[in-house]
């Protein structure tokens, strides 16, 4: 649609120079500007569609709530009950858990879809 709307653009322009009417003239000015800013927007959409994630790759709203029970678990700790900030087992583990847990449930709506 979006090359529809060029091309009314661009013969609107070419029948501007041919045309004599003031009336007419004026009415193709018109259809310049309209059919200027429906390719714009044709191209911007389609430039935004086609970069946008799929709603695949979106996370649900229980595995969100999973991240934010976990997160605030980890909050809970207080000082010294839990790995030293920085070393290699500071969270880890339960890191790499979360992201196992995301991508298994993933894969599983990915199967489910097709």
């Not at 044709?42 to 086609?50: E, L, P, T």
């Amino acid at each position: 649609m979006r090359w529809i709307w060029s091309l009314a653009a661009v013969a609107s322009v070419a029948l501007f120079f041919v045309i004599d009417s003031p009336g007419l003239l004026a009415l193709d000015i018109v259809g310049i500007f309209v059919f200027g800013t429906l390719a714009v927007f044709a191209f911007a959409a389609a430039r935004i569609d086609a970069s946008a994630r799929s709603e695949m790759s979106l996370l649900s709203a229980a595995d969100l709530e999973v991240i934010r029970a976990r997160g605030a678990a980890a909050r809970s700790t207080g000082p010294g009950d839990g790995p030293v900030v920085g070393s290699p087992s500071a969270g880890n583990a339960a890191v790499e858990s979360s992201i196992e847990a995301l991508r298994a449930r993933a894969a599983a709506r990915r199967e489910r879809s097709q």
